[in-house]
Every structure is written in C-alpha cells, then in structure tokens.
C-alpha cells in the first residue's frame, strides 16, 4: 500500500477564525486535504491588508449594510495575501500547475470562476461569481498552518531568487503593479502617489519603471515619507503640513500633474487630486473608501476632460511582481515591518488598524 504525502499531514491545524466583524478566535480546524486538481501548502506567512482591517471593523460591503449584501461567508480563515510550500498535490494537479512538492508557492488572491462574460473574456480579475482567499467559504485564507489551493486558482511558482519571508508582498505588489498600469505613465510625466502605505510603496516601484520626469508622493506621516523616497519617489509632500495642490502646480509649469493615483482611502485625496490633476489627466481609484466621497464632477467633464480610471486586484500583474522582488527594487526589510506567530494575531491587527509604526504586518503559522 503507498500513502501519498496528504498522509504524511496532521490531521487538525491553528486557524484565525473570522465568525464576524472584531470576532476573530483561534480555533482548532481540519487540515484541508488535495481533491482533484487542487494544491495544499504549508503557510510560510500571511500578510494583513488594509481589506483585512476593513473586514474587521465591519465596513459595508463586507457585511451586509441596508440594500448592499455582504461579501464575506463567515467562518472563514482570513488572509489573501500569503506564500507557502507545497505538501500536497490533488490528482492531476502536478500537471495542471506545474507545482512539485517542496515548491514555493503562492496563488492569485482571487480563484475565477472560468465560465461567466468577464472569465470568457479573459477579465478573469472581474470573475461575477469569482471567490477571493479569506472571505469565502471556498476560498478559506491563509491565517491558518495549512491552506487549500482549490482546482480553479491561478497558481505561480516562486524561484529561489526571491527571499520567502519577501514573497508575501507580491500580492499588494501585483495590486500596485496594475493600478500604475492603469495610470498609463508616459515618459516625461509628472506623477502624484497619494498614500504611501504597503500598497503605495510597490506603485512607487512600478511608476518609477514607467520613467516619469517627475514622482511625486503625498501621505501625512512623515515616517512612511522617508521610506517612500527610499523606495524611489523624487519629492515627498505631507498635506496637513503643507498645501499640497500648491506644491505640485509649482512643480509641473502651473498646469498640474499628468497622472494622479489614489491610495490613501481619504476622501480629501481625491478632492485634492482633482484639483492638482492638469487638463486631459488621468486620475487612478485604487484606495478603499469608508463613506461616499463627494466631489464638484463638473471638474471631471466641463472643466478637464479627465480619464478616471479604476482599478482592482493585480491581473497579470503577478509574474511582473516576482521578478521585482527577485531584482531588489524595493527596500522589503523596511516594507514588512512585523512578523507575528499566529496566536498573537489580535495584535496584528491592532498594529495594522493602527497604521503607525507598522506597514505591512505579517504573521507566521
Ligand atoms: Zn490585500
Ligand atoms: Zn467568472
């Protein structure tokens, strides 16, 4: 008789359970086990993201709130952003992959469905029935020692060139990646960043190999500001110490910058950004927002012509994030700024909610 690897794994495991906002418990769970096609990993470490945090304090959307249903199928093991080991391989699912056991392995923070008009048209990241890791009952995170990959997930290697305790950034970085893709930065542009938090640091990186003249960064700690120039920014600029429509006018022949990319989450970001964006700008929606932000649209039509430009998750955006990290191009021992073991996960989250002295938080099952 053979006994496959699945075997060779405990039968229960640590888990963060989320059973519904500031509800998060430690529990004892089932290891999930490799069916037809699907891959499970040992968690080597698991980010947490502002979403997480958004989650926790139970932000509309996430949780049902009026008209608006909720997203997330609690319980559920948190945790989209992650990198493990590979222990267990479903059948066929060595082949599909491409994964061996003891590979390196992340896998894309959502697992599309395949069949619905935006997966047929390969808009996978927009999947209408598409579940994201650590919010969805089939979809369970990777706060967790084990994980599950299910046969649907979109699945990437991880080469030796990249530091494992680096790897859990490749999912904000991919996110990053793609918003500055959307950005459109052309040679010679002046660029504003707003909010140089996990996520504005990777746009730094990624926006600096668009080649703009001129990379702006805006945040109101001033901390954040310093690693942002590290990260490549040419000039930093806090808004509550100075005006910063003003500052960036000056800095762009009076016209204003060409490109603005919003990942602050701060409604007044997005006010400023309107007002400090030249004629026929591009203005990119990436930040999360807590209330309906208002804003004068006539500036979007009447008064510039502007491209406003969403943008979600990282598509594509993977293999690029990967060979970044492999390359050096961020300062990643300054970017994640904690790393906790599993049980003491309430901290970390008071440490990310708190946003002060931590960037990215990460845990280790
Ligand atoms: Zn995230
Ligand atoms: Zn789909």
Redesign the pocket.
């Known amino acids: 008789m053979t006994h496959s690897p699945q075997d060779a794994l405990p039968k229960t495991m640590q888990a963060v359970v989320c059973h519904g906002p500031e509800d998060y418990r430690l529990e004892e769970r089932d290891v999930p086990s490799a069916g037809p096609g699907e891959v499970v990993v040992k968690v080597h470490s698991a980010?947490i993201?502002?979403?997480?945090i958004a989650c926790y304090v139970g932000t509309p959307g996430y949780w049902p709130a009026g008209k608006i249903p909720g997203y997330v199928q609690p319980p559920v093991v948190p945790g989209?952003?992650f990198v493990g080991k590979v222990v267990a391989l479903g059948e066929g699912a060595a082949e599909k992959t491409g994964l061996a056991l003891g590979d390196t392995a992340i896998s894309e923070?959502i697992v599309p469905c395949w069949d619905c008009r935006f997966c047929r048209r390969g808009q996978y990241w927009m999947c209408a029935n598409g579940d994201t890791y650590g919010f969805r009952k089939a979809t369970q995170g990777a706060m967790a020692t084990y994980m599950k990959f299910p046969a649907n997930a979109i699945n990437h290697r991880i080469p030796d060139s990249v530091p494992i305790d680096h790897a859990v950034y490749i999912?904000?970085l991919a996110?990053a990646i793609h918003a500055v893709q959307r950005g459109e930065i052309e040679l010679d542009d002046v660029v504003v960043i707003a909010g140089a938090g996990p996520?504005g640091m990777g746009m730094i990186a990624a926006a600096k190999l668009r080649g703009p003249r001129l990379l702006i960064v805006t945040d109101v700690n001033d901390a954040r500001l310093a690693l942002a120039k590290e990260a490549g920014a040419d000039v930093v600029l806090n808004p509550s110490k100075i005006d910063v429509v003003d500052e960036v006018r000056k800095l762009s022949e009076g016209y204003g910058c060409d490109v603005f990319i919003e990942a602050s989450g701060h409604p007044s970001a997005i006010e400023q950004g309107l007002e400090m964006i030249r004629n026929l700008g591009t203005l990119v929606v990436f930040g999360v927002f807590k209330q309906p932000v208002t804003v004068d649209w006539s500036i979007i039509g009447d008064r510039k012509e502007l491209n406003i430009h969403g943008s979600h998750l990282g598509p594509h955006c993977y293999p690029i994030a990967i060979d970044m990290l492999a390359k050096g191009y961020l300062p990643m021992d300054r970017i994640v700024t904690h790393s906790l073991e599993l049980k003491d996960f309430q901290h970390g989250i008071d440490l990310a909610k708190a946003g002060q002295s931590a960037l990215k938080v990460a845990l280790r099952p």
Do not use: N, R
Request: glycine share 8%; proline share 8%.
């Open positions: 980010g993201c502002a979403s997480d989209h952003e923070q999912e904000p996110c996520i």
